[in-house]
């Protein structure tokens, strides 16, 4: 179909101008010597970078090889189809309810020790261990780990569940197979080369997001030091201009970090090296019926990430509904809904958040479609590295120089401001997942609409629309889902103003109050799963019954 130049740079424009404005305001912040200076004599500076480059980079590492993996022993096969079914309830599940779930069972008063305590542990009270904010960093890179796996599955998902895609992956590795390769070195030689270079934006938005992240951290990230990005924020909360001015060139620092760290990976796969050893070599095996020593760990492997997933679900409903807990018992001595009702009575909180979520991911959704619909080709091929530039920023850069936008235009403090900052999130994820499915659409649906005399509207709406309403449901999920984990948007943008379920959940964790903090992440992980249960129900292929009488004749 002809592309539309006048929406899309219509499109451009909305989205350009306060991204655009944003990043130039934040870079002329970042001109002061003054304060590059005294970040550098900062005694945390190195020790907080040490620790984000240590926490950002090993927990990505780790989702994409645990993908890797993972894809390596499912694909192609009912096995992949019947993980693929799990991945939107555990995509529902926000980071930070997450980390407040995994703190429910690894702390030191949490179930896991309650769970061996019968068994001799010799416990009477908590043990003084650092299992949460401990300063390696490990809590961290779990929840992080954890979390992006499944993103990466979807990711992966997204493009081998095109029919195209997965019908010639599939025919080249009985090629393979057929010439002597064992199933699993066809498939690192033959899909995976393939497939990591489609998969770059997703991994490098797993490590811009590890890199910089401050909410989970706050939660269950090590303290002293702790990461950059947190100790950004706080320096960027201090009343004094040059603390303030110290945490925007910390933000830059976090920048070029991220920068120097996505080139070495985007730039690996290039090197002789990685062709060395994923496109040539010995061919494994000789017998077309042999597997992989690691093949009968996969089901345990995907078990074992379902079951953290439950697990975490699990202590977090517990959690909210614990009264008196005495230690080492393995179970609460009374069952309260008092938090319950503490939520239902933050109904501004609530309603907030439903409408920050629904409004922002219908623009995402309108804008997505709008622009794969109207942009040229060529528009698409050179502009999606910026239009994807808010997943790889440093979420506290970002969000530096949208305050600085929202001040200029009289909207700070305000719901639109918030809005606008929810839409800059949101509207890159939706295209990440909408673009597979719309791309891949069959041309020739247009062309038999047009010798029909159908006109683009028709089309659109009596075909195209109705047979992609899986991936725009799905597409307007994801959207709410990212926009309801908003936490540094929502605070910053709204100067405190505006509440939501995660900012209420990242304020609880740091006190006293678990059966509060516990409801609150839960009402966090509920509202997406909502979320994507009405989206499955939204994508199911449509059932006709048959009306045996109209084919009767009379």
């Not at 493009?159 to 066809?186: F, H, K, T």
């Not at 009343?239 to 760290?261: E, K, P, Y």
């Not at 230690?327 to 109904?347: D, I, K, M, R, Y």
């Not at 929502?490 to 939501?500: S, V, W």
Request: charged share 10%; aromatic share 12%.
């Amino acid at each position: 179909m002809r592309p539309n130049l006048a929406v899309a740079s219509l499109l451009l424009i909305l989205l350009g101008l306060p991204l655009g404005w944003s990043l130039a305001v934040a870079l002329v912040s970042g001109l002061n010597a003054a304060a590059w200076r005294a970040l550098m004599a900062d005694t945390q500076f190195l020790n907080a970078m040490g620790v984000s480059l240590w926490t950002g980079i090993a927990s990505s590492l780790l989702a994409a090889g645990i993908t890797a993996w993972l894809l390596c022993m499912l694909f192609p096969g009912p096995a992949w189809r019947r993980t693929v079914r799990f991945l939107g309830p555990m995509l529902a599940v926000p980071h930070v309810a997450f980390a407040v779930g995994l703190v429910a069972l690894i702390a030191p008063s949490g179930w896991l020790l309650r769970l061996v305590s019968p068994w001799g542990t010799g416990f009477s009270s908590p043990p003084p261990w650092a299992t949460t904010q401990d300063p390696w960093g490990l809590g961290l890179i779990a929840v992080l780990a954890f979390k992006e796996v499944p993103f990466l599955l979807w990711a992966a998902t997204t493009q081998l569940q095109r029919g195209d895609v997965a019908r010639r992956l599939a025919a080249e590795l009985d090629v393979a197979r057929s010439m002597g390769y064992a199933l699993n070195a066809a498939w690192w030689r033959i899909v995976w080369p393939q497939l990591w270079p489609r998969l770059h934006w997703p991994f490098l938005a797993v490590l811009a997001y590890g890199l910089t992240v401050v909410d989970v951290a706050l939660v269950i990230g090590p303290t002293s030091p702790p990461t950059l990005a947190v100790l950004t924020w706080i320096w960027l909360q201090d009343a004094d201009l040059m603390q303030n001015a110290q945490g925007t060139a910390a933000a830059w620092a976090l920048a070029l970090v991220l920068l120097v760290s996505a080139t070495v990976f985007w730039q690996f796969p290039k090197m002789k090296l990685w062709r060395d050893r994923w496109t040539r070599g010995i061919r494994g095996s000789p017998s077309t019926n042999s597997h992989h020593p690691t093949e009968a760990l996969i089901p345990a492997g995907a078990a074992v990430l379902l079951v953290a997933y439950l697990a975490v679900v699990m202590a977090l409903v517990t959690g909210s509904i614990t009264g008196v807990w005495a230690f080492p018992s393995l179970l609460p001595q009374t069952v309260t809904w008092e938090a319950w009702a503490s939520v239902g009575q933050s109904l501004g909180t609530i309603g907030t958040t439903l409408t920050l979520a629904l409004a922002s991911a219908a623009t995402g959704l309108v804008w997505s479609v709008a622009w794969l619909e109207c942009a040229p080709a060529q528009w698409d091929k050179f502009l999606r590295n910026a239009i994807y530039l808010p997943l790889v920023l440093p979420s506290v850069l970002l969000m530096l120089g949208l305050h600085q936008l929202t001040l200029s235009w009289g909207i700070d403090a305000r719901w639109v401001g918030v809005y606008i900052a929810h839409c800059l999130a949101t509207i890159p994820y939706v295209l990440i997942a909408l673009s597979p499915a719309y791309l891949g659409f069959d041309a020739r649906y247009w062309a038999i609409c047009g010798t029909m005399g159908k006109s683009r509207w028709q089309f659109l709406v009596k075909v195209k629309w109705p047979l992609l309403r899986a991936s725009l449901a799905a597409g307007l999920a994801v959207g709410f889902a990212v926009s309801v984990a908003q936490y540094l948007p929502t605070l910053f943008i709204g100067a405190g103003r505006f509440f939501t379920v995660t900012t209420e959940a990242v304020t609880l964790a740091s006190g006293a109050q678990r059966s509060l903090t516990s409801a609150f992440a839960a009402l966090q992980w509920l509202l997406p799963a909502i979320g994507f249960a009405l989206a499955a129900w939204l994508g199911q292929p449509r059932r006709f019954k048959r009306q045996l009488a109209n084919y009767i004749p009379e």
